[in-house]
């Protein structure tokens, strides 16, 4: 099996420390052999923020680099307001555009609407490379990391939770989960 | 790039590279002067040798200005048609080939390309308001206060539809810029 980039905004790391408060699963996601996740100086400040944080940032440290030789978000800053600038999705677009030209592998996790609609305009060739946290979990249970039994009670745990997602999304997931692809 | 090379060799270097990584103009020179900006404020190593200075227009360099006319190092590879528009002669395209191929190993210059590639394809778009407008607001320790920027203020509504219209910016970015002013955070 091939290698794969995953480039997270911080709500997928904030989902399982704060809303669904599951870390066990994040670590479990880190530590699976064909993922390398990346990450940019705004996202991992954001993740630094949360309460939880102490729990997994050993981990963190371990499996997730950190893009440093440019500051990639600077590229999007003027296009983004200041407070999606510190949430930090206009970075994992940026880091995503950069991958694309480069013809590196990647799938990018993001959930905010309106960075979603700026990439469709914008960045049309890389919206297949594009994913929501619910539907990575999806992808998840595809290479094994979680069963069946797991990936629907993750999901469960993330409909129940105040993770901003439409409910239909998450059920669309689970129907499709259940009956088996 | 290599680090020996003299300061103002460097900035025709980053001028080539910016103006041939696509292949059709920069549409003027104040999008050359705020495009080198945002990668200056993207790549530390570029922003050794990009430098910038607060100008009524906004982040302003002299060397850019200049040597887009008069380069000291790649003489004539530059070209700027009566619009205003900046782009590489033949010889300049070739100089950007050899650039392209001498570092077509080092990943850093990869990257680096790539950056480039992602602010022409976004920058590009934007009309010459659009673009100061935007550059303004963002950075606005690099403006002085001017006439220029307060008609750009009178028609911030229309400007900031137009980006919105565009898909450029997104509805949080199109409130802000709707209802900035001088006081207004960045």
Redesign the interface.
């Known amino acids: 099996m091939q290698v794969i980039i995953i480039i997270p905004n911080s709500s997928f790391y904030l989902c399982f420390l704060d809303d669904i408060m599951a870390p066990q699963y994040l670590v479990r996601i880190l530590n699976y052999e064909y993922f390398n996740f990346v990450t940019g100086k705004i996202i991992l400040k954001e993740i630094e923020r949360s309460p939880r944080y102490r729990i997994i940032k050993k981990e963190i440290e371990r499996k997730v680099r950190v893009f440093e030789?440019?500051?990639?978000g600077?590229?999007?800053?003027?296009?983004?307001?200041?407070?999606?600038i510190k949430k930090g999705e206009h970075e994992v677009i940026?880091i995503s555009?950069?991958l694309y030209?480069?013809e590196i592998n990647f799938l990018a996790i993001i959930d905010d609407e309106?960075?979603i609609?700026?990439l469709k305009?914008?960045?049309p060739r890389i919206e297949h490379k594009i994913t929501r946290t619910v539907g990575f979990m999806e992808e998840c249970y595809r290479r094994k990391i979680f069963s069946k039994e797991e990936t629907i009670n993750i999901l469960e745990l993330i409909k129940k939770s105040k993770f901003r997602v439409k409910k239909a999304i998450i059920e669309d997931i689970i129907k499709r989960i259940s009956e088996g692809f | 790039m290599q680090k020996e090379l003299n300061e103002f060799e460097m900035i025709e270097r980053y001028m080539i590279l910016l103006l041939g990584v696509v292949d059709r103009p920069i549409p003027s020179r104040e999008h050359l002067q705020k495009e080198l900006f945002?990668l200056s404020?993207?790549?530390?190593k570029a922003s050794g040798f990009l430098k910038f200075k607060k100008h009524h227009k906004g982040p302003f360099s002299s060397e850019i200005s200049e040597l887009i006319d008069k380069p000291a190092y790649y003489v004539n590879a530059f070209s700027v048609d009566k619009r205003g528009r900046c782009s590489l002669t033949e010889k300049g395209k070739k100089i950007y080939e050899q650039i392209v191929k001498e570092n077509s190993e080092d990943p850093?210059f990869?990257?680096?390309?790539?950056?480039m590639?992602?602010?022409r394809?976004?920058y590009d778009k934007l009309s010459k308001d659009e673009l100061l407008f935007?550059?303004h607001?963002?950075f606005p320790e690099f403006r002085k206060k001017s006439t220029y920027f307060d008609k750009l203020l009178a028609k911030k509504k229309k400007l900031a539809k137009s980006l919105l219209k565009?898909?450029?910016?997104?509805?949080?970015?199109f409130?802000?810029l709707a209802s900035y002013n001088y006081n207004s955070?960045?």
């Not at chain 1, 030789?69 to 990639?72: C, M, T």
């Not at chain 1, 590229?75 to 999606?84: H, K, N, Q, Y």
């Open positions: 030789y440019l500051d990639y600077e590229i999007l800053r003027p296009f983004f307001s200041i407070e999606e940026a555009c950069i030209i480069l309106q960075a609609r700026f305009r914008n960045f | 945002i404020k993207a790549n530390p850093q990869k990257e680096l390309l790539a950056a590639k992602m602010i394809e976004l935007l550059i607001v963002t565009k898909g450029l910016i997104t509805e949080k970015r409130k802000e955070k960045q």
